[in-house]
């Protein structure tokens, strides 16, 4: 399943790479993954549904 992101250094949309799913020290669900270009740590607060 593609999970899309947005790249603060490429600044633009991409898949994230070996996306996980947590728990932010207040509650909120959170997704973390690379970005498959440049490398760098991506989030995206809020879970993805599941299917």
Not at 4 to 23: L, S
Request: hydrophobic residues 30%; charged residues 25%.
């Amino acid at each position: 399943m593609a999970v899309v992101g947005y790249c603060v250094k490429c600044k633009d949309k991409k898949e994230m790479v070996n996306p996980t799913e947590g728990v932010t020290k207040n509650g909120r669900v959170i997704t973390k993954g690379t970005c498959p270009e440049c490398g760098t740590k991506m989030s995206l607060i809020g879970g993805v549904a599941k299917k």
